[in-house]
């Protein structure tokens, strides 16, 4: 029922940007929290960002801190990293996820996911 569709990856050289774009459709989605991961091949699956549906907050991973931004278009059901300053360990498959939280952001539960996006930063 409910899909996250992420798109923008790509290769980029180091300093470079990317913007990746994640769309949630779904009737049956009543959360209020997305957020953007990242994996890489033998490493866990950790979050980059993430934001409150009403965009009344977000939180940052320390390693993209001032890098990567996270914002929501409140014109349609779609959440967006723009991702400055790329470096190399930047390198990761990048995945969309939708959840709930009944506190603190960072205690959401996400409970669904997307297909992911690859994103490759060459130096």
């Known amino acids: 029922q409910v899909q996250l569709v992420e798109s923008g990856g790509g290769l980029v050289q180091a300093g470079g940007s990317l913007r990746l774009s994640c769309t949630v459709s779904g009737r049956s989605f009543s959360g209020n929290a997305v957020g953007w991961f990242r994996q890489s091949p033998g490493k866990e699956r950790d979050v980059v960002a993430a934001?409150?549906?009403?965009?009344?907050?977000?939180m940052y991973a320390d390693s993209v801190k001032g890098r990567f931004y996270i914002s929501r278009d409140n014109g349609e059901n779609a959440v967006h990293l723009q991702m400055n300053s790329l470096r190399p360990d930047d390198t990761a498959s990048y995945y969309c996820?939708?959840?709930?939280?009944?506190?603190?952001?960072?205690?959401?539960?996400?409970?669904?996911w997307g297909q992911g996006t690859q994103v490759t930063v060459s130096s």
């Open positions: 934001i409150r549906w009403s965009g009344a907050s977000a």
């Open positions: 996820s939708a959840g709930n939280t009944l506190s603190v952001l960072a205690a959401t539960t996400w409970d669904y």
